[in-house]
T-cell receptor
């Protein structure tokens, strides 16, 4: 049973560089979420996909952030012109459809981004 | 606002009970959740409670819900060193999500279990 996977697990970059993260959800989970978690805080919602459609974006997602899920399977999150404030753990989660009101999301291990 | 509030730290002796408290924001939240995060591991759903219940028991875990006060608690009986982790309370408020989408998390309670 394969869970949610994320790649890379760690990324160190210099300020101003672009970075891209990948998330592979549990197969047949049509709903995919990105969250950001900073030290000492809980995860904060960034964006949500249902299949390939991006249905919700947080105001935290500035113009430098873009997320895609082109075929409704894996997703990528790109950050352009990184800033030190982007340093955080980026978490991906997925869940299947048809669970009624139960919003059980399965989380990946995260990608830890450090911007120098 | 969208703030879910939790106390930040709890220290207990092995074998004692732990009680982690949370205050959530939206009475329309259908389910409320407790997630566990261990170092180097992903967030794991520990348990959840439906909003029309006031208590749910699952082995060593007991969840209590007070909808009037928007208060949720997680009790861990016979706490073990393996329970040391960060525990997050979370909700999916209809007011903000428009249909069971995002989870809103508290800042987490770090549970330290000592011998």
């Amino acid at each position: 049973d394969t869970g949610v996977s994320q790649d890379p697990r760690h990324k160190i970059t210099k300020r101003g560089q672009n970075v891209t993260f990948r998330c592979d959800p549990i197969s047949e989970h049509n709903r995919l979420y990105w969250y950001r978690q900073t030290l000492g805080q809980g995860p904060e919602f960034l964006t949500y996909f249902q299949n390939e459609a991006q249905l919700e974006k947080s105001r935290l997602l500035s113009d430098r952030f873009s997320a895609e899920r082109p075929k409704g399977s894996f997703s990528t999150l790109e950050i352009q012109r990184t800033e030190q404030g982007d340093s955080a753990m980026y978490l991906c989660a997925s869940r299947p459809a048809g669970t009624g009101g139960l919003n059980e999301q399965f989380f990946g291990p995260g990608t830890r981004l450090t911007v120098l | 606002g969208e703030d879910v509030e939790q106390s930040l730290f709890l220290s207990v002796r092995e074998g004692d009970s732990s009680v982690i408290n949370c205050t959530y924001t939206d009475s329309s939240s259908t389910y409320l959740y407790w997630y566990k995060q261990e170092p180097g591991a992903g967030l794991q759903l520990l348990t959840y409670i439906f909003s029309n219940m006031d208590m749910k028991q699952d082995q060593r875990l007991t969840v209590l819900l007070n909808k009037k006060d928007k208060h949720l608690s997680l009790r861990i009986a016979d706490t073990q060193t393996g329970d040391s982790a960060i525990y997050f309370c979370a909700e999916t408020p209809l007011m903000f999500s428009g249909g069971y989408n995002k989870l809103i998390f508290g800042a987490g309670t770090r549970l330290a279990v000592h011998p």
